[in-house]
């Protein structure tokens, strides 16, 4: 049974910092590509950045040298950190894990950024 559990989101100032995780469990982890998406109040919901089994990172233009996107393969556990936030990165957050044609989906994690 794959499950992906996500933790770590949360109220917080504009400017504040956060730190999202998301373990995997049922799945070959580090053969996996992970990604985190969010969808706000009446949006679809959208790649904010991803990470391949070898490392390679990308990012959506909204989120570039605000958000990190790293994985421990050994903690099987990818990481969402999220500085600079602003009101509209106020978003649910959903961890993705994708191999061919199997994709997973956690929980969500609200991430509320207001004052």
């Known amino acids: 049974q794959v499950q992906l559990v996500e933790s770590g989101g949360g109220l917080v100032q504009p400017g504040g910092s956060l730190r999202l995780s998301c373990a995997a469990s049922?799945?070959?982890?580090?053969?996996?590509?992970m990604g985190w998406y969010r969808q706000a109040p009446g949006k679809q919901r959208e790649l904010v950045a991803s990470i391949s089994n070898v490392g390679s990172t990308d990012y959506t233009n909204s989120v570039k040298g605000r958000f990190t996107i790293s994985r421990d393969n050994a903690k099987n556990t990818v990481y969402l950190q999220m500085n600079s936030l602003k009101p509209e990165d106020t978003a649910v957050y959903y961890c993705n894990s994708m191999y061919g044609s199997a994709t997973y989906w956690g929980q969500g994690t609200q991430v509320t950024v207001s004052s």
């Open positions: 049922g799945i070959i982890f580090s053969a996996y590509r």
